[in-house]
């Protein structure tokens, strides 16, 4: 089990929570038996435990915590131990006061919900490390512990991830003077002479607020990387804190493409990726835009670390936080938990084991109900996907995903662009990202995310949507990338502003390289309808339109109508020994798929995969690294249509649960994966 899963078996489990149930022995005693019947083999405990682990101040209790992870280890189950900050105790809040978040309208908030507490607090962060090392002193080198689960989503849903209590604003004053050194070069970033906002003194300057300053870009988009900085600066406070007397590896739970923090920089600090999956399936007239949300949301978890990663937590039926809670329909519990297995994850993990007796979430799904034991359509499913986990684990485990195409996602630019106050607002940064996305998934070809300052090495393909900011270096690293033979990839309103907002002058960063001028940009509207004509087919335009003009770059599509009528709407510029496209206009699905393919193909990528995939198929790939059928492909299979789907083949592929063979199609039913094979000798694939 070394690096919580990373090993030779698939983790199978999820958030147990015994402490509420302590008054009742028997039924701890049957949640351990039923965990056995349904194949569990790892389970996290205690991200919400502090008031039981510390019912007053000082006063810890333990004892009940390692009798519980010592019952478990002999039965073959092991802990993935939390850390209990995800929430504050009530006694906490009230003794002292400060851990207590402000608001931006710097009032002080009450005591309760969670992720309640103040990440600059001394206080905060003395009580928090003074429980992390009791928990690792008594723990941190027991048998049955494999791993350091920090906090629980750390900023919570965005609401509560950033305080304005006056140790924010000392923290924020020092983390701007160690990024800008004078005042004078701050100024000069956040463009302080518009409006006469000239600082001419460290204190002067406060967070944004509705209550004062909420229009200085630059003043935002660092309050935005502060509050990223300084939670992380907390969870790394917790891992050193647990490493006082364990050297077991560290984690946290994120969340999809969760806007305050910054996963990247996150990802830095951790030693395994984990992040909380809850798709909302059924909830439209078909499952593929939450299919491709989703996969975009594992391949981000794989890329941060280039490696697998662990789902820590996901329903094994129905939330109760939405405002229509749909159960999942037969076949979509193992089909979306091996989708994530698809995309890199080591894990399949719940939320939760039992039901809540009361409190807000005891109507949230569990694998165990209010009544019925294991006599359930929720647990049949988990048992039955817990024995299909143990049969793939073998090679699973020594496999991970290597795709030759890189998507470049980056918070800073996602921050940016929703504060740009310009052609639309808000601008949908991670909207636009997944309709590109969605073009390679339906290809079934895999991506790995990077963000601009990450390596483009090793890769074939980079397309970077929507990419309004370029941070330092970033141009330079595209263009020897292209030179080198790289295909790149970009969109409207990218290379705009720098890494303080403020606008680039003169033209474009990349004008040599995409062999564009570019001139102005059209929000259009309803009213005003424009096409894109391409390879012989006419796609509408769905959202902005740039206006550019081609120099050394060919124009392969134009616009049909409006004053712009004949105005480049797609150009290839060769640039090196590479190329680059820079697509000027918000297009409908089918044309970035159109154009998806002609980037694919001038970069000598393809899926792979020897098979047709219908609509609402796709297949993931990955690659065995180690041992036994080193370099062969283990291909995930994924059918989300409501209906059962007949995949055509052009190589036989052998089933890795049945060991049947497959030579010229799979029957797939609705709401189906199958793991297959390749049954020739593997031979090397772009």
Not at 356 to 371: F, L, M, P, Q, T
């Amino acid at each position: 089990m070394e690096q919580m899963g990373q090993g030779m078996k698939l983790l199978h489990g999820g958030d147990y929570n015994p402490e509420q149930w302590l008054d009742s022995p028997e039924v701890l005693e049957e949640d351990i038996r039923l965990m056995r019947q349904a194949h569990v083999n790892c389970v996290s405990m205690g991200m919400f435990a502090w008031g039981v682990l510390e019912p007053e101040n000082g006063r810890y209790e333990l004892d009940w915590l390692e009798g519980i992870v010592s019952r478990l280890y002999e039965n073959g189950i092991y802990t993935i131990l939390a850390t209990p900050t995800g929430a504050v105790p009530p006694w906490m809040a009230a003794q002292y006061e400060e851990v207590r978040q402000t608001d931006e309208n710097g009032v002080r908030l009450l005591a309760g919900n969670r992720h309640n507490f103040c990440p600059s607090a001394p206080v905060m962060r003395a009580k928090a490390r003074a429980v992390d090392e009791a928990l690792s002193r008594r723990l941190g080198r027991h048998p049955g512990v494999i791993g350091w689960h920090l906090s629980n989503e750390y900023g919570g849903n965005g609401r509560w991830a950033d305080c304005h209590c006056e140790h924010c604003q000392q923290a924020f004053r020092r983390w701007l003077q160690a990024r800008y050194g004078t005042l004078d070069a701050l100024n000069k970033a956040w463009w302080t002479r518009f409006w006469s906002h000239t600082y001419t003194d460290w204190q002067q300057i406060h967070s944004p607020s509705p209550r004062g300053e909420s229009s200085l870009h630059g003043l935002k988009l660092d309050w935005k990387r502060f509050v990223s900085d300084q939670l992380l600066d907390f969870c790394k406070m917790e891992a050193d804190a647990v490493r006082v007397y364990s050297d077991l590896p560290v984690t946290t739970n994120m969340m999809r493409f969760f806007a305050p923090l910054d996963y990247f920089k996150w990802a830095k600090v951790l030693d395994v990726i984990s992040w909380d999956n809850y798709p909302y399936w059924h909830s439209g007239p078909d499952e593929i835009g939450e299919a491709v949300e989703t996969a975009a949301a594992h391949t981000l978890m794989r890329s941060l670390k280039k490696a697998p990663f662990l789902m820590m937590e996901s329903t094994p039926s129905v939330v109760n936080w939405r405002p229509v809670n749909t159960l999942k329909r037969p076949g979509m519990h193992a089909l979306s938990s091996l989708q994530a297995v698809a995309h890199g994850s080591n894990s399949v993990q719940y939320f939760q084991w039992r039901k809540s007796r009361g409190s807000c979430e005891k109507y949230h799904g569990a694998v165990i109900d209010h009544k019925n034991g294991a006599d359930t359509r929720v647990f049949r499913d988990v048992a039955s996907l817990g024995e299909r986990l143990e049969k793939l684990s073998g090679p699973v485990c020594r496999s991970c995903n290597r795709p030759a195409v890189a998507m470049v996602f980056d918070w800073e630019n996602m921050w940016a662009v929703q504060d740009a106050c310009a052609v639309e607002k808000p601008l949908d940064y991670q909207g636009l990202f997944l309709t590109y996305f969605r073009a390679f998934w339906e290809q079934g070809v895999d991506v790995d995310i990077v963000d601009m300052d990450g390596a483009l090495d090793g890769y074939a393909l980079v397309a970077a949507p929507l990419n309004y900011m370029y941070k330092p270096g970033y141009a330079e690293k595209v263009r020897a990338f292209v030179e080198r033979g790289g295909v790149y990839v970009t969109t409207y309103w990218s290379g705009e502003v720098d890494e303080n907002d403020l606008c680039f002058l003169q033209e474009h960063p990349l004008r040599d390289v995409l062999g564009i001028r570019t001139e102005e940009i059209d929000a259009p509207g309803p009213y005003w309808k424009n096409a894109v004509e391409y390879a012989g087919h006419r796609y509408a335009v769905t959202g902005l339109c740039a206006l550019v003009h081609a120099e050394s770059a060919s124009v392969l599509a134009a616009y049909t109508d409006d004053f712009y009528q004949g105005y480049p709407a797609l150009t290839e510029n060769r640039f090196g020994k590479g190329a680059a496209y820079f697509i000027a206009s918000q297009n409908e699905q089918a044309a970035i798929g159109a154009m998806t393919d002609r980037f694919l193909r001038r970069a000598g990528v393809s899926c792979g995969f020897c098979g047709t995939l219908p609509a609402g198929v796709t297949v993931s790939g990955r690659v065995i690294e180690s041992g036994e059928g080193q370099g062969q492909l283990l291909w995930f299979l994924q059918n989300f249509n409501r209906e059962g789907a007949v995949v055509p083949l052009f190589a036989p592929y052998r089933d890795m649960e049945t060991g049947a063979e497959w030579e010229s199609k799979v029957e797939m039913p609705a709401f189906s994966c199958v793991v297959l094979a390749e049954t020739e000798p593997p031979v090397e694939k772009k």
